[in-house]
């Protein structure tokens, strides 16, 4: 029984199969050999900027490749990436269609109504679909096969034949799998050089991101303040990332936050994307959201201090800008925390630079060869030098401080730790200075740098000193008062009543004898002035004399300090000239003067006062004169036994003494100093040892004439208008002389032990009281108090205040026109004076 059925001719069926498939080899081989052809031009070509233009060179190749000789219809599916397009390519015996539209024919629709299905399927499987399914069916016309790329079906291929056509015999078959798998590696092929030449080219831009973050680093790390470094940022970032735009927000402790932006073109941020871009969780960490890549600014502790936000409108933002995003938050943080830093820094070091310049203490840098390498403006006072900038070399320590330093940084350099040590009696310059010094090694010093510690304590010293003796002095203060103040009651009543018995004399009858008590009393009264300024009670009455003349009046006394060993000879100008000093100061300068020089003198010798006017351009720079113009000078020379340099540089330091314990205080020559220098004049000495020493006094000369003294003046009665007086004084004898004057000078005179009697006899006598005379300091209550309670209770009330202790401050609670103060010891005279002023203010009133 036959294999075949009856109707076939076997042999002829043979043939033409023979002949069919010969046929179809042909067709696959021309198909093949043809799109080797077209991919040959393809391959040489490098690949496209992207997916879409490689998949649309590489399998419009395939279907140009199969239509005409292999099939009638190649239709290429492509799904990767999305979305999805189709090629669709037609023999001219079907009709040709235009390339890249994407619409299936209507005939080829008819010939495979189900292709869109078989595509998806194959898409979905990755297997070969063909129509018919069934293979007994005969050959298939319709092929669909998947392309697969890196092992991703990224297309379909369906090739199909028209009904007159025949099938797709096996070596077609084969021959489409061959074209579509060369398809395949040729995409693959070109994949890989796409990604190997964008791999290459974001290496490239993030070697010259890296490459600009450096320079942005530098540059950001060179800028001085935080306005700097927020406005390089901007402009850095937006080139760096060649962005649309770039905001830089600074919130380091500022408000509001200081912000710079760079953009390309005109700005399109708006303030509300800017709320946006810098929201609540922007600082939380990096976001790329609405075209913009954010990232927070951190500084230590995780501390936001800012936020760099970028807009690009071509391309997102990719991993590696992500990341260098980042490196650049990390360089902008190190750069603000190290700006943050320098500021402190240059804060701290001008802080320090002012506490160095500005300390009362010599601080000095002195190197391992004591060289002097560095000192502040206190060790430049202490040791006379230049300040440190204005210094065309480094000065010298003195040899004596040097000697004690010496010691001093041997401690140091053995480890110790010394502290506060004297170098007592140093030669700085011309002077002996006490001197205390502390040093320490400063660290990591090669050449072993002592900072050292340099304070003059002289004249801490010196007023330790003073301040014990000013102790001492208010004491005998306080005993010389009260021996003054019963000295003056007397004075007062022994120059009261010789001025009262010389006004009694007749005339023609000698007032000798009551003259010389009147001299005696006041020469008395100065003494006991200068009594009153161990205490420091006296105030200081500057008055226009002449100096020749207080020598002159002064010469007794002179002679008899001085004693019969010295001569004693003084010379003035040829006219009188006048200076304004306080009298009795000015003489207890002169006698200070002679007694130094009689005791330079122990075996006598002369003593020579020498008064000159001359100009300020004359007289020696040591003197330092404030002012031009004509000056008196009073040279004091002695012919004694001299000073050597070192004892004139000190002569008038307090308590600088060379007489010994007991025989000097140190005082006398700081007093005229004092004295001379409150009068706007200066005092200097010059001495020769074995030779003697001058003492030059320089005050400015007053054109003035000389204030008028009384001092052996005699009372005489002036016609006064009568007064009630109240006179309140507990020293009996005192009292009488007052009421005595005032009495005499036709005054009703009302007489009281105390301040509290004299108000019951102000307030308690019928007709009114014109003046009140009283002591200040009696019993309970004091004449100034009393006399400031009765000024209230009458406005119209004078008060004249006396005391031989207190000070014309005793006024400071009464009516200034209507009181005055008589300091005792005071002779009638000037009483009836001060009455007759306050009573002619009351007549005028």
């Not at 419009?60 to 599916?77: M, S």
């Not at 292709?115 to 063909?130: M, P």
């Not at 020498?610 to 004169?625: F, G, I, K, N, Q």
Request: hydrophobic share 45%; proline share 5%.
């Amino acid at each position: 029984m036959s294999a075949f059925p009856p109707s076939i001719n076997v042999p002829g069926n043979r043939r033409r199969r023979a002949g069919e498939e010969e046929s179809a080899l042909a067709r696959a081989l021309d198909f093949t050999r043809h799109y080797v052809e077209l991919r040959s031009h393809t391959r040489d070509s490098p690949p496209g900027p992207d997916v879409d233009d490689d998949y649309g060179v590489h399998l419009a190749a395939l279907a140009d490749a199969a239509v005409d000789d292999f099939c009638d219809w190649c239709v290429v599916t492509v799904r990767r990436p999305a979305p999805h397009h189709r090629f669709v390519r037609a023999s001219v015996r079907v009709q040709r269609i235009a390339e890249h539209d994407g619409v299936i024919p209507a005939a080829l629709a008819q010939r495979v109504p189900d292709l869109e299905a078989l595509v998806a399927r194959t898409a979905t499987t990755g297997l070969r679909e063909r129509v018919p399914a069934d293979v007994t069916a005969g050959l298939p016309w319709c092929v669909v096969i998947a392309l697969p790329v890196h092992d991703e079906i990224v297309a379909t291929v369906a090739f199909v034949r028209d009904a007159a056509a025949a099938g797709f015999g096996a070596a077609e078959l084969a021959a489409a799998d061959e074209a579509t798998w060369s398809a395949a590696t040729s995409l693959e092929r070109a994949d890989l050089l796409r990604r190997a030449r964008q791999s290459s080219a974001a290496t490239l831009r993030v070697a010259g991101q890296l490459r600009d973050l450096i320079a942005t680093s530098l540059v950001l790390s060179s800028a001085s303040d935080v306005a700097t470094i927020v406005r390089e940022l901007a402009e850095r970032t937006r080139a760096l990332f060649d962005a649309d735009e770039v905001i830089v927000v600074n919130d380091d402790d500022v408000d509001p936050p200081a912000r710079a932006t760079a953009q390309r073109g005109e700005p399109t941020t708006s303030v509300a994307d800017l709320s946006a871009i810098d929201g609540p969780d922007a600082r939380s960490g990096q976001r790329d959201r609405d075209g913009w890549l954010s990232s927070p600014i951190r500084g230590r502790r995780d501390r936001s201090l800012g936020l760099i936000a970028i807009r690009r409108r071509a391309d997102a933002s990719s991993s590696e800008d992500q990341e260098i995003l980042a490196l650049l938050c990390q360089a902008a943080a190190s750069a603000l925390a190290a700006t943050t830093l320098n500021a402190t820094i240059r804060a701290n070091e001008a802080r320090w630079r002012v506490l160095v310049e500005s300390a009362p203490i010599g601080l000095i840098e002195v190197a391992g060869d004591e060289r002097v390498r560095w000192w502040n403006p206190a060790a430049a006072s202490i040791f006379g030098w230049r300040l440190f900038r204005d210094a065309p070399q480094a000065p010298a320590l003195p040899e004596d401080v040097l000697s004690g330093l010496r010691v001093l940084w041997a401690e140091v350099n053995a480890g110790g730790l010394p502290s506060g040590q004297t170098l007592a009696g140093v030669r700085v310059g011309t002077r002996a200075r006490d001197l205390t010094v502390s040093a320490r090694r400063l660290a990591g010093d090669a050449e072993s740098t002592m900072l050292t510690l340099v304070d003059d304590v002289t004249d801490r010293r010196l007023m330790k000193e003073e301040l014990r003796h000013a102790h001492t002095m208010e004491i005998r203060g306080q005993v010389a008062g009260s021996v003054v103040h019963d000295f003056n009651n007397l004075l007062t009543i022994i120059s009261g009543y010789a001025e009262l018995l010389a006004a009694d004399l007749p005339e023609g009858a000698p007032h000798d004898a009551a003259r010389a008590i009147i001299e005696t009393s006041s020469r008395a009264s100065t003494l006991t002035g200068q009594l009153q300024t161990i205490g420091r009670t006296r105030v200081t009455e500057p008055v226009v004399l002449d100096p020749v003349s207080i020598v002159e009046a002064n010469a007794e006394v002179l002679h008899r300090v001085l004693g019969s060993e010295v001569t004693f000879t003084w010379t003035g100008p040829a006219q009188p000239v006048h200076v304004r000093v306080d009298a009795d100061l000015f003489e207890q300068l002169v006698l200070n003067l002679a007694i130094n020089a009689r005791d330079a003198m122990p075996d006598g010798g002369a003593l020579d006062v020498d008064v000159t006017r001359r100009p300020a351009s004359e007289l020696d720079v040591a003197h330092h004169l404030a002012r031009s113009g004509d000056y008196v000078v009073i040279s004091v020379a002695d012919t004694g036994v001299g000073m050597d340099d070192a004892t004139r540089q000190r002569c008038f330091e307090p308590f600088f003494t060379t007489k010994g314990p007991f025989k000097g205080t140190g005082l006398g020559l700081s007093a005229a100093r004092r004295f001379v220098e409150e009068s706007h004049g200066s005092i200097e000495c010059t001495s020769v040892l074995g030779v003697g020493t001058t003492f030059e006094v320089v005050l400015p000369l007053v054109e003035a004439p000389v204030d008028a003294r009384s001092d052996v003046a005699v009372l005489t009665l002036a016609p006064a208008r009568p007064a009630t007086i109240v006179v309140a004084e507990d020293d009996d004898a005192q009292r009488r002389l007052v009421a005595q004057v005032l009495a005499r000078n036709g005054h009703r005179v009302l007489d009281v032990t105390s301040a509290e009697a004299a108000r019951d006899a102000v307030l308690g006598t019928p007709e009114p009281v014109d003046l009140l005379v009283s002591d200040v300091i009696m019993g309970v209550a004091s004449g100034d108090a009393v006399a400031a309670e009765l000024q209230r209770a009458l406005p119209d009330l004078r008060v004249l205040l006396v005391s031989g202790t207190a000070t014309a401050s005793a006024l400071d609670g009464l009516d200034g026109s209507r009181s005055d103060f008589l300091a005792k010891p005071f002779r009638p005279s000037e009483l009836v004076e001060r009455v007759r002023r306050l009573l002619e203010g009351r007549d005028d009133a």
